[in-house]
């Protein structure tokens, strides 16, 4: 099954940001609050539920400086790191998938984006991109939606008698109590 793009209703996303626990779930508006920016995501289906796994697009953070010169840093499990290469061969970041953002969403907040009726000509060559690379590697996605979710919904578990836990998973959303929500959503 291909993954698709997909757009979530602001008023979704606003109700699970309204509580203070899901605090790290994306914003669907750009950082200063002017106007609404495509909040551009996959479905994954993980436990029964439609995961929206978000894109963000590239940060400082996602660069290393090594000998001088600007690299793009590795994957890790909550992130993975959207490239393409250009014409010259060139390596060029044009975003990521955020699973630590990932949060449960009903069917009926979920909107198809079809990438040809972007009215937006460099947009829409930025997004065919994205997807072209999310295509290739969808069995990667689908690995690590899937072990976030295990440590983040196990971490007592997994991360006992002395074993480390993971970092990241601070600033992972609270996946079990974001599907409590989910099931509460009055629509």
């Not at 061969?89 to 990521?96: A, H, I, S």
């Not at 953002?101 to 009903?106: A, G, S, W």
């Not at 690590?144 to 440590?151: G, R, V």
Request: glycine letters at 6%.
């Amino acid at each position: 099954m291909d993954l698709k793009l997909y757009t979530i209703k602001t008023e979704y996303v606003d109700y699970l940001r309204a509580d203070t626990k899901l605090k790290n779930v994306f914003d669907n508006k750009d950082e200063k609050g002017h106007f609404l920016r495509k909040y551009l995501g996959v479905i994954l289906v993980i436990e029964g539920y439609n995961y929206y796994v978000p894109l963000s697009s590239p940060k400082d953070s996602d660069y290393l400086i090594v000998e001088g010169i600007k690299t793009i840093r590795p994957n890790v499990i909550p992130i993975i790191r959207i490239i393409s290469t250009d014409v010259n061969g060139e390596q060029e970041l044009k975003g990521t998938l955020k699973f630590s953002n990932m949060i449960p969403v009903p069917g009926d907040v979920i909107t198809y984006y079809d990438i040809s009726q972007e009215a937006d000509g460099d947009y829409r060559i930025l997004v065919e991109k994205e997807y072209e690379f999310i295509k290739k590697n969808r069995h990667q996605i689908v690995k690590n939606a899937s072990i976030l979710y295990n440590q983040k919904t196990k971490e007592t578990l997994l991360y006992t008698g002395g074993k480390k836990k993971p970092g990241y998973l601070k600033n992972v959303v609270n996946f079990k109590y974001a599907e409590q929500k989910h099931d509460q959503y009055k629509r």
